[in-house]
């Protein structure tokens, strides 16, 4: 959704990694993006022009004289497109950069570009490493353009260390904000995500289905507007998001200890995580052995984590959202004046395609001021990005 009708231009110099921006490349165009892509001399020499060619449906520029250069394409260029990415970005390639210097296509289009611009390190760890070339990064930085730390891990030449080209789901994350517009800015935006686990003994627990999708979709959504995010998370499979300050907690009581601290600083709650209400009244040392035909445990109620932190709220935006199984309107609305949330967000589980577990949700946007605006079936990035229009409305610009 983010990509789609953008104009990219991805830039190839010559490393071993220039293999995976062959696979940015197909990303982004199936995401919905046009790429034109500039390649090296170098860059060539790891790919052809053909490849991205077939991958992109455009032609590839690679060099400013010759068959092929365009009188101005130099300029023009990094000029009519909404971002720049440079992946791989070489020890070369950057070097060039911080010095201004322009001797091929791609760094005259550099020169020229007046777009943001992406800068995907890969190199052997060595290069990485030398002053020279952190010097140059700093350089990079400090003029505004954004620059990915390369991973860790095993490199193409035998070595292990920093290098690697970050994954493309990686890089495209970080893309993605440099092509969405910047709204909440200086917003400091908490967000839960998944279930809770209220142990019975070392090996048992109580959960529910919560796969965390929502959350996470949210946090992701808020960082790629520019706010500064964290995720506080119940435990789930998900990889954890790119920028994105990631604290994991087990139990409903250690989720309400973290966001005690966290929520005095926050200009706004996402309350997506589902919290177990009741937990085992006591946790069991020794694993639970098969004895009497039935069994019984007492449950304890769990602390309501949103009516715990009312007293902590000052100016922050909270939302809620409730799952319902039926009255979704009139069950919203009366959580919302209960926990004393800004807005609700109430949707029927149950249903095969919302709810738990799945990429899609159907959802009601209940506000304090009694608005309700129904959503259509949309996938969970699109009702993140629904909550997120209403959020930076409601927040004042940060100072
Ligand atoms: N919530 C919470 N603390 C709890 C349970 C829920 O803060 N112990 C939050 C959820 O994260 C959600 C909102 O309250 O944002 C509504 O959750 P829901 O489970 O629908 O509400 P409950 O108050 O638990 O009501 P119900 O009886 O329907 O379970």
Not at 4 to 28: D, N, Q, T
Not at 101 to 116: E, F, M, N, Q
Request: aromatic content about 4%.
């Amino acid at each position: 959704m983010v990509f789609k009708g953008k104009r990219l231009l991805l830039g190839v110099s010559g490393g071993i990694a220039a293999y995976k921006a062959a696979e940015l490349a197909r990303r982004l165009v199936v995401a919905g993006a046009g790429v034109k892509v500039v390649m090296t001399r170098s860059g060539q020499e790891f790919v052809t022009p053909l490849t991205f060619q077939a991958l992109t449906g455009q032609s590839v520029a690679g060099s400013l004289f010759g068959p092929g250069a365009q009188p101005l394409e130099h300029v023009t260029l990094g000029q009519e497109v909404d971002a720049i990415v440079l992946a791989p970005a070489t020890a070369n390639l950057i070097g060039k950069m911080a010095a201004g210097i322009g001797d091929d296509l791609l760094t005259t289009v550099l020169l020229a570009a007046s777009r943001p611009v992406l800068v995907c390190p890969a190199m052997n760890s060595q290069m990485w490493r030398q002053v020279v070339v952190q010097e140059n990064i700093g350089r990079l930085k400090a003029r505004g353009l954004t620059v990915m730390e390369p991973e860790v891990g095993a490199l193409a030449c035998g070595d292990e260390g920093p290098g690697r080209l970050p994954e493309v789901e990686r890089i495209m994350e970080a893309l993605a904000k440099l092509v969405t517009c910047q709204d909440l800015t200086g917003q400091r935006i908490l967000v839960t995500a998944g279930p809770t686990h209220e142990d019975l003994d070392p090996v048992r627990l109580i959960t529910n289905r919560s796969s965390g999708k929502m959350g996470y979709a949210l946090a992701r959504a808020a960082w790629r507007r520019g706010a500064e995010v964290c995720l506080v998370s119940g435990p789930t499979a998900l990889a954890a998001p790119y920028g994105v300050e990631l604290v994991m907690v087990r139990s409903a009581q250690e989720m309400l200890a973290t966001l005690r601290q966290r929520f005095p600083a926050a200009s706004a709650l996402l309350m997506a995580a589902a919290v177990s209400d009741y937990r085992p009244e006591s946790l069991a040392v020794q694993k639970i052995k098969r004895g009497a035909e039935a069994q019984q445990f007492q449950l304890v109620q769990n602390p309501d984590i949103l009516k715990e932190l009312r007293s902590l709220k000052t100016n922050q935006m909270v939302v809620g959202f409730a799952a319902e199984t039926q009255d979704l309107v009139a069950a919203g609305r009366r959580k919302l004046k209960d926990k004393d949330l800004d807005l609700i967000v109430a949707n029927e589980v149950g249903r095969p395609d919302a709810g738990f577990a799945v990429d899609t949700n159907e959802v009601t946007l209940i506000t304090r001021e009694g608005d309700i605006l129904p959503l259509p079936l949309l996938s969970k990035e699109e009702v993140a990005q629904k909550i997120m229009d209403w959020l930076a409305q409601k927040l004042a610009p940060a100072k």
